[in-house]
C-alpha cells in the first residue's frame, strides 16, 4: 500500500485529513502511520475507515519536519523548526514528549542509525548532530556552514551516511565504531557529490544498501551505486518534465523500485533498471510531499 498526501479517497491511498503534511512513518508493525505537521504528530489506523487520528501529539509550537519509529514501534522520534529533536514514549498513556535534543538551528531532519541507540539530526545551519539516546552526548559536525541539511539517511548494514543540502551536494560519509564499542558512532569524509543543479531534498538508501537516491527541485530523481557513488540513473520525464520539486521517494524491499512524490499533484512508481514509470497515482490536489510505503 502506498500512502501519500494529499491524496483523495481510492483504493491505492489513505486520506489524512490533517493541513501540510511534512512527513510520513509507518510503525513496523503495519498497522498505523503517522503524519508530521504544523505543530502536531497524528497517528492513524491504516486498517480503518475512520479518518480521525486514534493519537494525537500536540505539545510543539512549530513545523514538525520528521518522524519515525524504532524497530520495536515502541517509542517515536521528530525533529522540529523549533529546534528540538524529541523522543515520545508510546507504551505510556501520557503523549508528552520524554527527551529531548536541542539544536541552534531550526532542525530539518533526523534519521535513526540501524543501532537504534543514536538519532542523526540534520539544521538548518548545516551541522549535523549525533544524539545519543543512551548517554544522552552529542556530537557536532558541519560540512558546510554555508548550506542547510535537508535530508539525511543511514544504510541497513550502518556502514555509511549521506546527507543533502539547499544547494544540491550530497555529502557520503563512512561510519566506524558505534553502540558496540561503547562510544558514538564516527562519520569519515568520502565523498561530496555535486547531485544536483538546484535545491537537494531527499536522500535515501536502498533497503540492500546498493543504491543511494537523491530528489531535487530540478525535477529529478538521481540513482547512486554505493559502490563507488557513481551515477547509475537519472529518472525524469524528460523534455516533458512535470514534475517540478520532487520532494520524496521511498525504495521497494527489493530495492528494484522507487516511488516519488512531486509539485505536479501525482506520485509515481519508476523501474530503476528502465528508467521508465511503471504506474502514475492521480488525484491528488495539491503536491505530494511525503510517502510512506508497505511493500506487502
Not at 542547510?148 to 543511514?154: A, L, M, R, T
Not at 557529490?193 to 527541485?217: E, G, N
Request: net charge negative; hydrophobic share 35%; charged share 20%.
Amino acid at each position: 500500500m502506498l500512502l501519500a498526501t494529499p491524496a483523495q479517497n481510492s483504493a491505492s491511498f489513505f486520506m489524512l485529513f490533517v493541513c501540510q503534511v511534512n512527513d510520513l512513518a509507518i510503525t513496523p508493525d503495519k498497522q498505523n502511520i503517522a503524519a508530521a505537521g504544523y505543530q502536531h504528530i497524528r497517528i492513524y489506523d491504516i486498517n480503518s475507515n475512520n479518518p480521525n487520528a486514534i493519537t494525537k501529539y500536540e505539545d510543539i509550537s512549530k513545523n514538525v519536519t520528521a518522524i519515525g519509529f524504532n524497530e520495536e514501534g515502541t517509542w517515536m522520534y521528530s525533529s522540529g523548526e523549533d529546534h528540538n529533536a524529541r523522543i515520545w514514549d508510546r507504551r505510556t498513556r501520557s503523549n508528552n514528549c520524554q527527551r529531548t535534543f536541542q539544536a541552534k538551528a531550526p532542525i530539518n531532519c533526523a534519521c535513526l542509525h540501524p543501532n537504534q541507540a543514536e538519532l542523526f539530526v540534520g539544521d538548518q545551519s548545516g551541522a549535523i548532530h549525533i544524539w545519543d539516546l543512551k548517554t544522552d552526548q552529542t556530537e557536532q559536525y558541519l560540512p558546510d556552514a554555508a548550506s542547510g541539511i535537508q535530508s539525511i539517511s543511514v544504510d541497513a548494514e550502518g556502514t555509511h551516511m549521506a546527507a543533502v543540502t539547499d544547494k544540491g551536494v550530497c555529502f557520503i560519509w563512512t561510519l566506524t565504531q558505534g553502540r558496540s564499542s561503547g562510544e558514538l558512532t564516527q562519520p569519515h569524509p568520502k565523498e561530496k557529490l555535486t547531485a544536483h543543479r538546484k535545491y537537494a531534498l531527499k536522500c535515501l538508501f536502498s533497503p540492500d544498501s546498493t543504491l543511494l537516491a537523491t530528489t531535487s527541485a530540478d525535477a529529478t530523481i538521481r540513482i547512486w551505486k554505493t559502490i563507488d557513488f557513481s551515477m547509475m540513473a537519472e529518472l525524469s520525464l524528460g523534455a516533458e518534465n512535470t514534475q517540478r520539486w520532487v520532494w520524496d521517494c521511498a525504495f521497494s524491499d527489493d530495492s528494484q523500485y522507487i516511488i516519488s512524490g512531486s509539485s505536479d499533484n501525482f506520485a509515481r512508481l519508476w523501474n530503476i533498471d528502465s528508467g521508465k514509470v511503471e504506474r502514475e497515482y492521480a488525484g491528488h490536489s495539491k503536491a505530494v510531499t511525503s510517502i510512506a510505503f508497505i511493500d506487502s
